[in-house]
């Protein structure tokens, strides 16, 4: 029997937090794409112009993804990743 996904980790760039990052949000799902791609934040971070503890709230989904961060977000990945 599979053991189930944990919901909580603890993220890297918030040291010592416990936080719960949802698959549901746009930021979670920014960050499932990010993790698949084996990118820290701080790359995209550096890529994007802004610093890694903002894009990490934005993953957690404590900050807002406006269209245009999402896409270049993406975009970032993408180019980076290749
Ligand atoms: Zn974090």
Redesign the pocket.
Known sequence: MDRPLPIKVR????RG?A?IISRRTEGGRLRLVRQNARLT?KTIARALGVTP?YL??V??GRRAVTDGLFDDYLKAVQELEG
């Not at 993220?11 to 918030?14: A, D, H, L, R």
């Open positions: 993220c890297p760039t918030c937090k936080w934040i503890s990490c709230m993953e957690h």
